[in-house]
């Protein structure tokens, strides 16, 4: 059965749901999006997604399609009309068409897009075993806070770590890991301290490290909001990733050194379990 998929107003069979050549996205990139997940027919951490896409919006001075409230009611028809009832809901706002012109249009109609992907999240048994990964070079662009859709540095990364037989890669700048090709990464030291990177203009403020971080506080984790360099993340006892589409993701192996006992560790198999009772309660 095919997706119902919200294009401009319209719920259309995948088939149908169309956008025009002249989309800014399409020629530009010039858009913005967001992944939000749902667990039992619910949208998960959503007010920050939205919290989120606006604030993309506005550093890129592009008009909203909609308020976060119609955005909202959107995203819920798209759960009920597709029937998910685990899985995750993408949106993405465009600047909309105009002719190409690197000068922004003043008048375009932005354009709002939505589809859903039924996943099994909370059950997803990579996370059983852990993820291996491989560092690269963030030749990523310098405005990595705002969620644009330019993801062809990401998807050539995680290509190249597909291509050396690991999962996922992390990105490297000036020596330091910055984030994961589609989450924030953190790694746990040999005294238990939880380590990840800083926020700033290198990295995406993800909504799921926000929580993670503070139901880490909660259980009284000693965190440290910091750089740290591949070296330090290969001496680690553990370490994981956060993302909407995969929560907490332990990782077990990063560049060939394998942490701890090579098994998801107890930090991020304890933040893992939290997120996802967090998550289910609402
Ligand atoms: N990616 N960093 C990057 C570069 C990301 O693309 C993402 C999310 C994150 C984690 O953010 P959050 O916890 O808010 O999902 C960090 C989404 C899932 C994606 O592109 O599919």
């Given at each position: 059965?095919?997706?119902?998929?919200?294009?401009?107003?319209?719920?259309?069979?995948?088939?149908?749901?169309?956008?025009?050549?002249?989309?800014?996205g399409?020629?530009?990139?010039?858009?913005?999006?967001?992944?939000?997940a749902?667990?039992?027919?619910?949208?998960?951490?959503?007010?920050?997604?939205?919290?989120?896409?606006?604030?993309?919006?506005?550093?890129?001075?592009?008009?909203?399609?909609?308020?976060?409230?119609?955005?909202?009611?959107?995203?819920?028809?798209?759960?009920?009309?597709?029937?998910?009832?685990?899985?995750?809901?993408?949106?993405?706002?465009?600047?909309?068409?105009?002719?190409?012109?690197?000068?922004?249009?003043?008048d375009?109609?932005?354009?709002?897009?939505?589809?859903?992907?039924?996943?099994?999240?909370?059950?997803?048994?990579?996370?059983?075993?852990?993820?291996?990964?491989?560092?690269?070079?963030?030749?990523?662009?310098?405005?990595?806070?705002?969620?644009?859709?330019?993801?062809l540095?990401?998807?050539?990364?995680?290509?190249?770590?597909?291509?050396?037989?690991?999962?996922?890669?992390?990105?490297?700048?000036?020596?330091?890991?910055?984030?994961?090709?589609?989450?924030?990464?953190?790694?746990?030291?040999?005294?238990?301290?939880?380590?990840?990177?800083?926020?700033?203009n290198?990295?995406?403020?993800?909504?799921t490290?926000?929580?993670?971080?503070?139901?880490?506080?909660?259980?009284?984790?000693?965190?440290?909001?910091?750089?740290?360099?591949?070296?330090?993340?290969?001496?680690?006892?553990?370490?994981?990733?956060?993302s909407?589409?995969?929560f907490?993701?332990?990782?077990?192996?990063?560049?060939?050194?394998?942490?701890?006992?090579?098994?998801?560790?107890?930090?991020?198999?304890?933040?893992?379990?939290?997120?996802?009772?967090?998550?289910?309660?609402?």
């Open positions: 059965m095919s997706r119902i998929v919200y294009v401009n107003g319209e719920y259309l069979p995948e088939e149908d749901a169309k956008i025009s050549v002249f989309d800014r399409f020629l530009f990139a010039d858009a913005v999006y967001e992944v939000s749902v667990i039992d027919g619910k949208l998960i951490d959503n007010a920050a997604h939205l919290a989120r896409l606006t604030r993309s919006m506005n550093e890129l001075k592009m008009t909203a399609p909609a308020t976060g409230e119609e955005i909202t009611a959107i995203q819920n028809q798209m759960i009920e009309r597709n029937g998910i009832d685990e899985g995750l809901i993408y949106l993405q706002v465009t600047r909309g068409a105009a002719d190409r012109d690197f000068a922004m249009p003043k375009a109609a932005p354009s709002l897009v939505m589809f859903t992907q039924k996943k099994n999240l909370t059950g997803n048994a990579v996370a059983g075993k852990g993820i291996s990964v491989i560092t690269v070079q963030d030749i990523r662009w310098k405005r990595r806070d705002i969620k644009t859709v330019a993801l540095p990401a998807s050539m990364a995680k290509q190249a770590a597909l291509d050396a037989g690991a999962n996922d890669a992390w990105f490297v700048e000036d020596g330091f890991v910055n984030e994961g090709s589609s989450n924030n990464v953190f790694i746990v030291t040999e005294d238990g301290k939880i380590i990840t990177r800083h926020l700033g290198e990295i995406l403020s993800g909504i490290r926000k929580t993670v971080l503070e139901l880490a506080k909660r259980e009284n984790l000693v965190i440290e909001e910091r750089a740290f360099t591949p070296e330090e993340a290969y001496e680690a006892r553990e370490a994981f990733a956060t909407a589409s995969a907490v993701m332990p990782v077990v192996k990063i560049d060939g050194h394998i942490l701890g006992n090579g098994v998801p560790g107890p930090i991020a198999e304890k933040m893992r379990k939290l997120y996802i009772e967090m998550a289910k309660a609402g």
